[in-house]
């Protein structure tokens, strides 16, 4: 396979040559993902470790904010401030798993939009594809799942709460969140190199986001906003089908997770195209 790095290969840029080639530059886009492996992994590591070298905390960082909302969230509760009906694991579980599930998508947009603008002069010192840089910022949120995933099991423990054995599938089942994840921050990355201040947008919709998606309540059954939230959301039927692995073994809804997977999909393809397309013009930008 040819390497996009060698000093054999020659690429010619010439004014909007992406567009001339229409789709064969999908064939393009993918030989230069799979050329770019070696980097991407280097990247992957790079990132992880920057963002817990000079932590004090270290990775507890990863466990941190689940476990502050979780125990929030069950005060609030047990406190009658927040009525919820009863849930299909006890609360701690039910709030930390929803949790667990929600931050590969909340934490994933997040550093994922970053990623353009955090790697600075290096856009305009090393000539590399500049999308590399999004997908392994998304490394950080598969690493932090990771490190959650046996807290999750201690608290399964602690509650005496025995999962469906079927909850092994989940992190599969979460596969096409992080594509969906990847296709956002390809399109909040740009954003973000243009207008800066869509990183405080982005937080201000991620945390309106949380509550729109069945995070710290049970799926409603009825009413103006079960469509919106049970199935129009596409985190919230990746969320309800992890959670029904873990209850029942089974996915209640397979027709929301097929149209979340769709989703999913189209939302890569677009963001992935989109980065490619403007790409060039990225340096300029940031």
């Not at 002069?121 to 598969?142: E, H, R």
């Not at 423990?157 to 092994?168: E, H, I, Q, R």
């Not at 089974?250 to 195209?273: C, E, H, K, N």
Request: overall charge neutral; proline content about 6%.
């Amino acid at each position: 396979m040819p390497n996009i790095f060698s000093k054999d290969v020659v690429i010619i840029y010439e004014p909007n040559h992406i567009l001339k080639k229409g789709l064969a530059v999908w064939g393009e886009m993918i030989t230069e993902l799979l050329c770019s492996s070696g980097l991407l992994w280097r990247l992957v590591i790079r990132d992880i470790s920057a963002r817990y070298k000079q932590s004090f905390l270290g990775v507890f960082w990863a466990f941190f904010t689940p476990l502050v909302m979780t125990v929030a969230f069950v005060w609030v509760k047990e406190r009658g401030v927040l009525p919820i009906d009863d849930t299909t694991m006890p609360y701690v579980s039910f709030v930390f798993f929803g949790q667990v599930v929600w931050l590969v998508f909340a934490h994933g947009v997040t550093v994922t939009a970053q990623s353009l603008v955090a790697a600075g002069s290096m856009l305009t010192k090393i000539n590399f594809p500049k999308k590399i840089l999004v997908i392994s910022a998304s490394g950080q949120t598969v690493f932090e799942f990771i490190l959650r995933v046996p807290l999750l099991g201690i608290i399964f423990w602690w509650t005496g709460y025995l999962p469906d054995a079927n909850v092994a599938l989940v992190p599969l089942v979460l596969a096409p969140l992080l594509i969906f994840v990847v296709g956002i921050g390809f399109i909040v990355a740009l954003l973000n190199a243009v207008f800066r201040d869509m990183s405080g947008m982005l937080v201000i919709l991620i945390n309106i986001g949380m509550f729109a998606t069945p995070v710290i309540y049970p799926p409603p059954d009825s009413g103006p906003l079960a469509f919106w939230i049970n199935f129009a959301n596409p985190v919230s039927n990746y969320l309800i089908a992890a959670r029904d692995l873990a209850t029942v073994g089974y996915m209640s809804q397979p027709d929301g997770y097929l149209y979340a997977v769709i989703i999913s999909l189209l939302t890569f393809a677009a963001g992935w195209r989109l980065i490619h397309l403007i790409e060039p013009k990225i340096a300029e930008r940031v």
